[in-house]
């Protein structure tokens, strides 16, 4: 089963089921790997929705669902392949980079359309470009490069509900 989660925000968030209030129903205690090559506890809430009793798994804002290290590590290896310091297996550090290439155009139909619906008019008019161009210089045309820009494509993905597992993706064939 799909689980759901919500990213950890400075104010309440509604639930992405019904947009009302939520209520924590309890906590779990997770570990991840950040840059230094430590681990860091943190705690998954569990929150119920006020109005259908749904169950939302709020994440802090330095992880990305599903994945163990951290999101600067992410980030850090997405921007520089081959100059960043994450310590990382090269298993681990190819499948970020197909993941990315993978999910990024699924990404920006999802920014897109919140960007839409929140009626915001700084939309890219020419998002299909006649010059190829990476999955970093695509999304980057949405979030730009500055630090926390993983950060700037989860959190609301995430919090409308629309985060897919890595598998899902591959399967819905996108780009
Ligand atoms: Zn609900």
């Not at 400075?10 to 570990?31: D, H, L, Q």
């Not at 669902?65 to 951290?70: A, E, F, I």
């Amino acid at each position: 089963m799909k689980q759901e989660f919500l990213i950890r925000g400075a104010g309440r968030i509604p639930s992405p089921c019904c947009g009302e209030s939520m209520s924590v129903i309890g906590t779990r205690t997770r570990k991840c790997k950040e840059r230094s090559g430590g681990k860091r506890v943190y705690d998954i809430r569990r929150l119920g929705c006020d109005s259908c009793g749904r169950i939302h798994h709020e994440l802090p804002d330095f992880l990305v669902p599903y994945k163990r290290y951290d999101r600067e590590c992410i980030e850090m290896v997405l921007s520089n392949p081959t100059t960043h310091d994450i310590p990382a297996d090269e298993s681990t550090l190819f499948r970020w980079a197909d993941w990315f290439n993978s999910i990024v155009d699924y990404w920006i139909g999802c920014l897109v359309s919140i960007m839409l619906q929140t009626k915001q008019d700084n939309i890219p008019l020419d998002l299909t470009s006649a010059t190829p161009m990476t999955a970093l210089q695509k999304i980057g045309r949405l979030v730009g490069d500055a630090p926390r820009w993983l950060e700037r494509i989860v959190r609301p993905i995430v919090n409308i509900n629309l985060w897919l597992h890595t598998r899902s993706a591959f399967l819905s064939e996108r780009g």
